[in-house]
C-alpha cells in the first residue's frame, strides 16, 4: 500500500474531524499531495492540494475557511483538518500524489483507498 488514509467517521454536523493519509511511496519537493472526494452519484472532486517543497495550499471553494491541508515531511504524512463540517461534506475521502500542479484526478499517481466521512443533520 503505497497511501493509507485514515480518520474518517460519523459526525455531527458542526464538528471537525481530522484526516491522515501516511505515505508510503516517495515524495520530493516537486510533488504535491491532494485530497478528493467522491459523494454517492458524484464525480470525484478537488478538495485541497499542499506543494511539498513550499507547503503553499490551495482549496475548493466549497471548503475554503474551513478545511485545512498540511503535512508532516518527517513522516511523510498528510492531513486535512475538516471543520464546521455539514451534510454536503458527506463522501468518501481520498489522499493522492501528484508530480507536478494540478485538481484534476487523472494527474495523480498515487491514490489512498478512501477514508468514509458522514455528516449527519
Known amino acids: 500500500v503505497q497511501l493509507q488514509a485514515s480518520g474518517g467517521g460519523l459526525v455531527q454536523a458542526g464538528d471537525s474531524l481530522r484526516l491522515s493519509c501516511t505515505a508510503s511511496?516517495?515524495?520530493?519537493?516537486?510533488?504535491?499531495m491532494g485530497w478528493f472526494r467522491q459523494a454517492p452519484g458524484k464525480e470525484r472532486e478537488f478538495v485541497a492540494l499542499?506543494?511539498?517543497?513550499?507547503?503553499?495550499?490551495y482549496y475548493a471553494d466549497s471548503v475554503k475557511g474551513r478545511f485545512t491541508i498540511s503535512r508532516d515531511g518527517a513522516k511523510n504524512t498528510l492531513y486535512l483538518q475538516m471543520t464546521s463540517l455539514n451534510a454536503e461534506d458527506t463522501a468518501v475521502y481520498y489522499c493522492?500524489?501528484?508530480?507536478?500542479?494540478?485538481?484534476?484526478?487523472?494527474?495523480?499517481?498515487?491514490w489512498g483507498q478512501g477514508t468514509q466521512v458522514t455528516v449527519s443533520s
Open positions: 493522492a500524489r501528484a508530480t507536478s500542479y494540478s485538481n484534476t484526478p487523472s494527474d495523480f499517481d498515487y
Open positions: 511511496v516517495r515524495t520530493y519537493s516537486s510533488h504535491l
Open positions: 499542499i506543494r511539498c517543497g513550499t507547503g503553499r495550499t
